[in-house]
């Protein structure tokens, strides 16, 4: 059964499932994987030939120009998935949704991205600002990012980076804008001299959120930052809906399967 045409994707997550790892989260076959083989082979993955520096399709795997242009804060970047069907409705089930025993699979497909790279000495989840935190009640990044460094020995460093400008979602706004809203939106209170750094968020859409960030870690001294994020979303590509739109919400938050 492909995934797309799976009942299981619009009916409620059977929690006991995910922990006793008996059946696949997609397609709900018996099986003693988070997700079965025949599930990952259908996950939407980045296209063949991108750009190494921003993952967008590209004829030649060569720099985008836009990426000649204005260089990222990044040096390099890796992304488990494309940001559509059904992994965006993954992402959303666990941010918006609160489906946190999806934390530790999103990070496995993430893991499988850079486990030949050579690691860094720290990990940093993008971080909320304190009132999106108590409204949402868990950073995303961090739930993600705890299990990385669990599997990985890299240390994390949950409070190195404070959001210290409450600013309009992302998603609300024209990607030429999205710069202009994170200006000057983090403060570190670390030295990171001589250091390797990862930054962790769950989507990359323009980019703009995890470069800011970037660009005061590496104020603060580091020699290397990279972008870990678990799907990347592009241009003109259909908006994901959020996980509120999708079927089976209600008030109790209940976790749902997308």
């Known amino acids: 059964m492909s995934i ?4 299981i994707l619009n009916r ?10 008996k059946h696949c989260v997609l397609c709900q076959a018996p099986n003693h ?17 991108h750009c190494p520096s921003c993952l967008l399709p590209m004829t030649s ?10 260089p990222p804060a990044w ?16 992402v959303q089930a666990l941010k918006y949704r609160s489906d946190l025993p999806l934390a530790p699979i999103l990070a496995g497909l993430l893991l499988g991205r850079f486990r030949d790279d050579p690691l860094p000495d720290y990990l940093i989840p993008v971080p909320l600002h304190p009132a999106r935190l108590r409204e949402r009640g868990f950073n995303q990044a961090l ?9 990985t020995g890299v240390e994390l460093l949950s409070a190195a980076c404070t959001r210290i400008r409450s600013t309009p979602s992302q998603t609300e706004l024209p990607w030429k804008n999205r710069p202009q809203n994170v200006r000057n939106a983090f403060t570190c209170n670390r030295n990171f001299s001589g250091k390797r750094v990862a930054i962790v968020d769950d989507v990359m859409t323009s980019g ?20 870990w994020v678990i799907a990347r979303a592009f241009p003109g590509a259909p908006a994901a809906k959020r996980a509120t739109d999708l079927p ?9 399967k997308p």
Not at 75 to 88: E, G, K, N, Q
């Open 4 to 7: 797309s045409s799976s009942p």
């Open 12 to 21: 409620r997550l059977n929690i006991a499932q995910l922990f006793s790892h």
């Open 33 to 49: 994987q988070d997700i079965c083989n025949a599930c990952l082979q259908d996950l939407p993955g980045l296209p063949p030939v």
């Open 61 to 70: 795997p060569e720099i985008c120009g836009t990426c000649l242009r204005n």
């Open 75 to 90: 040096s390099h970047i890796r992304a488990a998935l494309r940001y559509t069907f059904p992994a965006d409705a993954l």
């Open 143 to 151: 739930e993600i990012s705890r299990h990385l460094c669990r599997q």
């Open 208 to 227: 703009a959120t995890l470069n800011e960030l970037a660009k005061v870690i590496r104020r603060h001294g580091a020699t290397d930052v990279r972008a």
């Open 248 to 256: 089976g919400n209600d008030e109790t938050k209940r976790p749902i």
